[in-house]
Nanobody, 120 residues
Framework: QVQLVESGGGLVQAGGSLRLSCAAS?????MGWFRQAPGKEREFVSA???????YYADSVKGRFTISRDNAKNTVYLQMNSLKREDTAVYYC?????????????????WGQGTQVTVSS
């Protein structure tokens, strides 16, 4: 069983930046971020594999950067040029087996979520 603990959410003005962190209690192959806005389905944001390969949703490419520290079992999401439509609860996800995916079903463990609110 792997536990994920997120931090770093908050309130920011449009155009601003936030950095999310997620620490895992055990080793994982892929770690990622999903988000869910009110009334919408959970959607893929970004993922990074143990090997360093990264993936992004088109909506965040060029604005968000995912990274990880394997020694600390921690993943980061640097979010720049934030827009109001980025407002959502952001969830950290982890997959133990090799591989990745943009579907939530591909991930084994989930964090509790952290709120990101972007104001105009």
């Amino acid at each position: 069983q792997v536990q994920l603990v997120e931090s770093g959410g908050g309130l920011v003005q449009a155009g601003g930046s936030l950095r999310l962190s997620c620490a895992a209690s055990g080793r994982t192959f892929t770690m990622g971020w999903f988000r869910q806005a009110p009334g919408k389905e959970r959607e893929f944001v970004s993922a990074i594999m143990w090997t360093g390969g990264t993936y992004y949703a088109d909506s965040v490419k060029g604005r968000f950067t995912i990274s990880r520290d394997n020694a600390k079992n921690t993943v980061y999401l640097q979010m720049n040029s934030l827009k109001r439509e980025d407002t959502a609860v952001y969830y950290c996800a982890a997959r133990v087996a090799p591989g990745y995916g943009t579907s939530a079903s591909r991930y084994d463990y989930w964090g509790q979520g952290t709120q990101v609110t972007v104001s105009s």
